[in-house]
T-cell receptor, first 111, second 113 residues
């Protein structure tokens, strides 16, 4: 199975602090994706990073990818209460590119 | 651009009834995926379809579950003779091509009573 696994399972930080979440996967990939899910809602695509990229930015989000360690990290800088959500990494299944999701990191921002 | 539209948002069925969940992908997207999510858990892949073709149904239970994506109209996930264990949120996602990010719908929450 190519499932990505997030770490930690849950994270609580004060508003304004930075939040870092990690993802590990098992086999070779051509891209890795991060998604956010607010309670009771669908997932929202945040960033896709390809295997030939090491770092990617989008607003307050920074994603890194280390293919030698088969790991990725998602950094949210200057966190806000609205960032409270579950964050999932997803990796494509080699062959038909369907995405496999981990169990997520539940991030709580304390005002 | 209306995004991925799923309906109904909530569906209540009695044990033994049929549930039909609909998904209209984003305009221009030809790849459709269905996932199931239990409370406090991640998404479990069910099936991947393109127009008139099932590409991967490795996550679908062998019995009672079926999916289609016809040439015209939405994708349908059909659950026959529902049981309590089918209660979950079912999410549909679409993408323009296989290695692009997905756009998710808001999900259908199925409750079997």
């Amino acid at each position: 199975s190519q499932q990505g696994e997030e770490d930690p399972q849950a994270l609580s930080i004060q508003e304004g602090e930075n939040a870092t979440m990690n993802c590990s996967y098992k086999t070779s990939i051509n891209n890795l994706q991060w998604y956010r899910q607010n309670s009771g809602r669908g997932l929202v695509h945040l960033i896709l990073i390809r295997s030939n990229e090491r770092e990617k930015h989008s607003g307050r989000l920074r994603v890194t990818l280390d293919t030698s360690k088969k790991s990725s990290s998602l950094l949210i800088t200057a966190s806000r209460a609205a960032d409270t959500a579950s964050y999932f990494c997803a990796v494509p299944n080699f062959g038909n590119e369907k995405l496999t999701f981990g169990t997520g990191t539940r991030l709580t921002i304390i005002p | 651009n209306a995004g991925v539209m799923q309906n109904p948002r909530h569906l209540v069925r009695r044990r033994g009834q049929e549930a039909r969940l609909r998904c209209s992908p984003m305009k221009g997207h030809s790849h459709v995926y269905w996932y199931r999510q239990l409370p406090e858990e991640g998404l479990k892949f069910m099936v991947y379809l393109q127009k008139e073709n099932i590409i991967d149904e490795s996550g679908m239970p062998k019995e009672r579950f079926s999916a289609e994506f016809p040439k015209e109209g939405p994708s349908i996930l059909r659950i026959q003779q529902v049981v309590r264990g089918d209660s979950a949120a079912y999410f549909c996602a679409s993408s323009r091509q296989a290695d692009y990010g997905y756009t998710f719908g808001s999900g259908t929450r199925l409750t079997v009573v």
